[in-house]
């Protein structure tokens, strides 16, 4: 719109050209003009190919990157996430990349989802900052994901998903492997049980015969 022209990616035959440096006023909107040209010693005297982009406003257009979880946690009734914010392509002075809250500051805005493990019901919580503190069910394992969102956009709102991760409190044995091992340890506690209680009958038993026959034997030697 201000035809301040700026040239990039000159007399290159690759089929892309990155531009991000260029596009500092990232509420300004741009178009790209790509022209084709012929080696200086071939004679021509008609206008190169063209070809104009599209209109391109960077605030408006972008797509919101992935969030990174940086750490989770569930005791009792609380979820507790912290994300980091993704990185874009523009640098500061000391060569760091500037974040999409450095670009977009207090239009962005972050929502987790979150549901019981194994449900399809799925909540969703807002925040502002970089952490959520949610309320579940105590004992209850849980997955999520986070979303950037430019709520002030009418197109392009929500961003990419972050990975989905779950928690693991609460998780038993019979969570992991099923009721194949919940009948194992059944058959393993009934035969324990089962030895605990005929093994001592067997041993009293056998106790008392060996008795009875060695009172046999002592009347037998005294009647001879």
């Known amino acids: 719109r201000t035809s301040d022209v700026k040239r990039k990616c000159i007399l290159t035959s690759e089929t892309e050209c990155d531009v991000t440096d260029v596009l500092r006023n990232v509420k300004e909107t741009y178009t790209a003009h790509i022209l084709s040209v012929r080696p200086a010693e071939m004679d021509n005297f008609e206008e190169p190919p063209f070809e104009v982009s599209e209109k391109f406003t960077p605030y408006s257009q972008t797509v919101i990157g992935r969030p990174e979880i940086k750490d989770y946690s569930q005791k009792g009734s609380k979820l507790n996430v912290v994300f980091k914010d993704p990185l874009t392509p523009y640098v500061f002075p000391n060569g760091s990349f500037r974040s999409v809250r450095d ?58 998903e972050s990975m989905v991760l779950c928690t693991s409190v609460g998780r038993n044995i019979l969570d992991e492997y099923g009721t194949e091992v919940f009948i194992i340890l059944a058959v393993i506690a009934v035969v324990v049980i089962t030895l605990a209680i005929v093994l001592p009958v067997v041993l009293c038993k056998r106790k008392k015969a060996k008795k009875a026959r060695a009172v046999r034997e002592k009347e037998l030697l005294n009647g001879v």
């Open 103 to 160: 670009i977009f500051q207090h239009d962005l805005e972050y929502k987790l989802y979150y549901w019981k493990d194994q449900s399809s019901g799925k909540k969703d919580v807002t925040t502002k900052s970089h952490n959520f503190e949610v309320s579940v069910d105590s004992g209850k394992n849980y997955c999520f994901y986070v979303q950037g969102i430019i709520p002030s956009r009418r197109e392009n709102r929500n961003g990419q």
